[in-house]
């Protein structure tokens, strides 16, 4: 099993809730490693590793959701002997969303709550004109234009030029075409983040999100864009860290 664990208090005894973690197009596990300094003791974080990043960063990426949240579900399912939650940012929310289904039709144990940060509602259509047909340097373009996220030296280098591309393409296509699905509705109650400024991502796009439990949903704005939980990190957590206690169940922390 392909996992990274983050720890908010290493060798401080058992986690008490599990967060499963699922990073933005092009990124990894790497992105939530400084996660559990701002969370309540007790918490570990379980980032599996999707094909094309990370420990798998030698398998190719998969761009048809239904075969990637197949892969997830095969590797969570042993981290599943905790009460857990999903959070998932950008492309991982779909796929946390879409693997919080999987799971109940598995008959696994169900998440406690749904965290998702900077995605549309499942229900609607992409906003912006696609991108991920688009051959090799004009899709690099769009991506560096869209989420300002490519660091020029990094495009400088051909091999990781080849292997950025092959991994966003996949990962753009599994958002700009994600379609959703008629199932029923979770039952856990659904937290969404969203940067006022996100161009990508619209505050007006997060209201659906509720459709898609039969529990409360909330939708919380904070400053910033995209990225808001790096350009502005102290007031994420402040909103996560409380929401993130309030799932557990009670007698979960001290």
């Not at 099993?1 to 599990?18: E, K």
């Not at 996100?198 to 659906?208: I, K, M, Q, R, Y």
């Not at 995209?226 to 557990?248: I, K, Q, T, V």
């Amino acid at each position: 099993m392909s996992v990274r664990i983050f720890t908010s208090q290493p060798g401080a005894g058992p986690p008490r809730l599990r967060v499963l973690c699922f990073a933005h197009a092009g990124a990894g596990a790497a992105i939530f490693r400084t996660w559990p300094e701002h969370l309540p003791a007790g918490i570990e974080l379980a980032c599996p590793s999707l094909p094309g990043r990370d420990a798998r960063a030698m398998e190719a990426p998969l761009s048809d959701m239904q075969a990637l949240v197949a892969d997830v579900a095969g590797t969570v399912l042993p981290l599943l002997d905790l009460p857990y939650c999903l959070y998932g940012h950008s492309l991982g929310a779909f796929v946390a969303f879409d693997l919080a289904h999987e799971l109940a039709r598995q008959g696994a144990p169900r998440p406690l709550h749904l965290f998702v940060g900077a995605q549309r509602a499942p229900r609607l259509p992409h906003s912006q004109e696609p991108i991920y047909q688009l051959p090799d340097a004009a899709f690099l373009d769009g991506v560096r234009s869209r989420h300002d996220a490519l660091p020029a030296a990094l495009l400088a280098d051909a091999g990781m030029r080849s292997y950025l591309t092959r991994l966003l393409r996949a990962d753009f296509t599994l958002v700009e075409a994600y379609r959703h699905a008629a199932r029923e509705p979770l039952s856990c109650g659904i937290t969404v983040f969203g940067g006022r400024e996100d161009t990508a991502v619209p505050p007006a796009l997060l209201a659906g999100w509720a459709e898609e439990t039969t529990a409360p949903c909330e939708t919380v704005l904070l400053p910033g864009g995209h990225f808001f939980f790096r350009s502005h990190a102290a007031a994420f957590f402040a909103e996560f860290r409380p929401r993130l206690a309030g799932a557990m169940p009670a007698g979960a922390l001290p």
